[in-house]
């Protein structure tokens, strides 16, 4: 789970912003729960190989995440 809220707080920076933009905020609690379930069901298998692994399956599962994690993606560029 913590790994989860690490990939969520990727989400909150674009990926091409400097160390001042790593240290903000994470994603905020809604934005979370917007993708935990889609997390659990779609990139289970991945949770353990990193952040960045756990954004790609997302990415690579868009069609069969729900639109709310799917708007959480798009509103952070990704």
């Known amino acids: ?3 989860f809220v690490l990939a969520l ?3 909150s920076v674009p990926l091409s912003s400097g160390a001042f933009a790593q240290q903000q905020q994470r994603g905020t609690a809604e934005e979370q729960k917007a993708c935990t379930r889609d997390v659990q069901r779609h990139c289970r298998s991945v949770i353990d ?3 960045f692994t756990i ?3 997302l990415q690579q599962n868009r069609s ?3 639109a709310a994690c799917d708007q959480v993606l798009k ?3 990704q």
């Open 9 to 11: 707080a990727l989400l």
């Open 55 to 57: 954004l790609a399956c």
């Open 1 to 3: 789970m913590r790994r």
């Open 64 to 66: 069969k995440i729900s």
């Open 75 to 77: 509103t952070h560029g």
């Open 49 to 51: 190989q990193g952040d």
